[in-house]
């Protein structure tokens, strides 16, 4: 019976490594480098549109027009949700998404204002995703994988401790790395 139970959390073990591996990588690589400043690129082009109206605050109205503006270029809207910040006396509008973000600021004349469209590299795009940038689909997906990978190292380790061989090195090895997670966050 053991080792049918043993067999079953390997077999579990090894399809959820294998499957989430790709994706995994994804996130360790963006991550690691993102913590070193590596963000990736964006290709960038600005466009000056007229106004009716000065901008406000409101984040409809300012979305909306951003909307029309693509659509007059022929642009999808990033996967995001857009959002307002106030720069000085004015607003702007931010909208970040996986494989572009838009930015429509005030300009010296009230009735004019600049709309910037930042298309990411395929890097940048991975580092996107990995800040939940992408669509709903990605960030479903995104929450299945951390379920995974939680269950990955639940598996290797129930699998580490019904092993007398391996129990106190993974008594000892999760006592040292609850130790040091705590002094890194102290030190940080």
């Not at 466009?47 to 027009?65: C, F, K, N, Y």
């Not at 809207?77 to 307002?84: D, F, H, T, Y």
């Not at 702007?92 to 204002?113: F, H, I, N, Y």
Request: aromatic share 10%; net charge positive; hydrophobic share 50%.
């Amino acid at each position: 019976m053991a080792n049918s139970s043993r067999a079953t959390l390997i077999k579990v073990h090894v399809i959820l490594a294998a499957f989430v591996f790709p994706a995994a990588l994804m996130f360790i690589v963006t991550g690691a480098f993102y913590t070193w400043g590596i963000k990736g690129s964006y290709d960038s082009q600005s466009h000056v549109i007229a106004l009716e109206q000065p901008l406000q605050g409101d984040q409809q109205r300012m979305s909306t027009l951003v909307e029309r503006e693509l659509a007059q270029r022929s642009i999808a809207v990033p996967s995001g949700q857009s959002k307002i910040k106030k720069a000085g006396t004015s607003y702007q509008l931010e909208w970040t998404g996986s494989k572009r973000d838009v930015l429509l600021e005030p300009t010296a004349d009230a009735l004019q204002a600049k709309l910037t469209i930042k298309e990411t590299t395929w890097y940048r795009n991975l580092v996107q995703l990995h800040k939940a940038k992408g669509g709903q689909a990605f960030k479903v997906f995104a929450a299945i994988l951390a379920i995974a990978l939680f269950l990955i190292l639940l598996s290797g380790f129930i699998m580490a401790w019904q092993m007398p061989n391996y129990r106190k090195l993974a008594a000892v090895f999760t006592s040292a790395g609850v130790v040091t997670f705590v002094v890194m966050v102290g030190l940080s």
